[in-house]
């Protein structure tokens, strides 16, 4: 580029500006605030050993990431209607340890043991309505071993 020096400040000035926002396209969520896991969504902490989920969301107790994968059933009264019980869901979460990778499966009316944690349902997001599916849960997860 033998042209006017202005020119060429221009034309790379354009140039790293396309780089710089190719990038940040390429990264969704990289450059917004990150959801808080330990305050329900109207942003006031949860209490200790509560933590809230979206789906394909991990979060890490004691060095052991926990991520809701999926609600593999919903049967939960529907909102607006009247129900002999309140019915239930089952949640997968994959757990990863340094040593390990599996699935495990949480009821939402029963608590959940897996190695020396207690895995509690506190809540489950939306309640069904017109085909509506679940996509956030509060889930407790306390380590037994410690007193927390």
Do not use: W
Request: with cysteine.
């Amino acid at each position: 580029m033998n042209g006017h020096p202005i020119l060429r400040f221009f034309v790379y000035a354009l140039f790293a500006l396309l780089v710089i926002s190719s990038v940040m396209l390429a990264m969704p969520g990289a450059f917004s605030p990150a959801r808080d896991h330990n305050k329900d969504t109207a942003g006031i902490a949860l209490p200790e050993g509560q933590h809230r989920f979206r789906l394909n969301q991990t979060v890490s107790v004691r060095g052991i990431s926990f991520t809701l994968t999926r609600v593999e059933s919903d049967d939960r009264c529907p909102e607006g209607t009247q129900c002999m019980v309140r019915g239930s869901a089952t949640l997968v979460m994959h757990v990863n340890t340094s040593a390990t990778e599996e699935d495990i499966r949480i009821d939402t009316n029963i608590p959940t043991l897996y190695a020396l944690f207690s895995i509690r349902v506190v809540s489950l997001t939306p309640i069904p309505t017109n085909g509506d599916v679940a996509t956030e849960a509060v889930i407790e997860i306390l380590d037994t071993s410690t007193n927390q």
